[in-house]
């Protein structure tokens, strides 16, 4: 099948912003967020609340780049599905707007960039962890899992849990039990909200031959691995607080609301495994929970938190010492 749809693309764009939109697009610019959210989380805590803004801003632009790199070459590999689904098939490469070979030189300028920004303005560490990133998606999520396994999308999310270590050894140049804490809270959030995601279009999976769990399990034993995956999950997120110490109460307690509305959507889910309804509800709950929990991350890491609750500590331990005195 002929995937490029006329052999002059440029026709399809009437003026250069119209090029430009095309190219964005081939990023998938609506992932991004989330690995730059869960890069920034880890940054702050590695730095102790105390970020520098242009590492920052570095790490997050080129962990941008790195993602958009990604996406790219993910776009070129799956065109020949993008082209049979009809939720994918206006994609710039299957829609014949962008030529797979212009979209790969795009995708090397990417990473390129990105290399070189973290090489030179954050640390080496930093800049191979992003590329790792790169491959890994690419050549096992992408090339060796997405079409072979129903697995896939379980050993593919340590891709999207590598931006965490990046945001670590941005700040640190080096790893540590915390980093790798961070990795797999990310690594085990990636299935329930994928596969949330993949029991609402299910249909389309079948249709280009992707085994997706719901498609090769059905969706009643999707719904109990969503389960399963989300009791390992929320006690994951405690490991932050105890044994490694390296977050407080504010964020406990943050992690504590979010996990249990998690744990109650994947429950009623398990319980109407069909509903889509249910799938939806969890599937757009689970990118809030993300961008919540590594907020608290932050806030719980700035030293005006640490203030505050030593303040609020001093206190209580006054007022009980007085309460001992008079009793």
């Not at 590329?131 to 999207?160: C, D, E, W």
Request: with cysteine; glycine share 6%; proline share 5%.
């Amino acid at each position: 099948m002929n995937f490029m749809i006329g052999a002059d693309v440029s026709r399809h764009h009437q003026n250069f912003l119209q090029v430009v939109h095309s190219y964005y697009q081939l990023t998938k610019p609506r992932i991004i967020p989330l690995l730059l959210i869960t890069t920034a989380g880890s940054m702050w805590i590695a730095a102790e609340g105390r970020v520098d803004p242009k590492l920052l801003v570095v790490t997050l632009v080129g962990g941008t780049f790195a993602a958009a790199a990604a996406q790219t070459v993910n776009c070129i590999y799956d065109r020949d599905i993008d082209y049979a689904m009809e939720r994918t098939r206006h994609r710039p490469i299957p829609s014949g707007r962008v030529q797979s070979h212009h979209a790969l030189i795009f995708a090397i300028a990417l990473a390129a960039i990105s290399f070189s920004l973290l090489a030179v303005f954050a640390n080496l560490l930093a800049a191979l962890l992003a590329m790792s990133g790169i491959v890994f998606y690419v050549a096992i999520y992408t090339h060796f899992l997405k079409r072979h396994t129903p697995q896939n999308i379980v050993i593919g999310g340590a891709a999207g849990a590598i931006p965490a270590l990046v945001g670590w050894a941005a700040v640190t140049g080096s790893l540590s039990w915390t980093a790798w804490t961070i990795f797999a809270i990310v690594f085990l959030w990636t299935p329930p909200h994928f596969w949330a995601l993949a029991l609402m279009i299910r249909e389309d999976y079948a249709k280009v031959g992707v085994p997706m769990l719901p498609v090769v399990a059905g969706d009643e034993t999707t719904a109990q691995q969503i389960w399963f995956y989300t009791l390992i999950l929320i006690p994951a997120t405690f490991l932050l607080i105890y044994p490694l110490q390296s977050c407080g109460l504010l964020y406990g307690a943050i992690a504590l609301i979010l996990g249990s509305i998690f744990v109650r959507k994947a429950w009623l889910l398990w319980q109407n495994p069909t509903c889509k309804i249910q799938a939806r509800s969890l599937f757009l709950y689970s990118i809030l929970y993300m961008m919540l929990l590594c907020a608290g991350m932050v806030v719980d890491s700035l030293p005006f938190t640490h203030q505050v609750a030593n303040a609020l500590a001093s206190s209580l331990n006054t007022i009980i010492s007085t309460i001992l005195i008079f009793r």
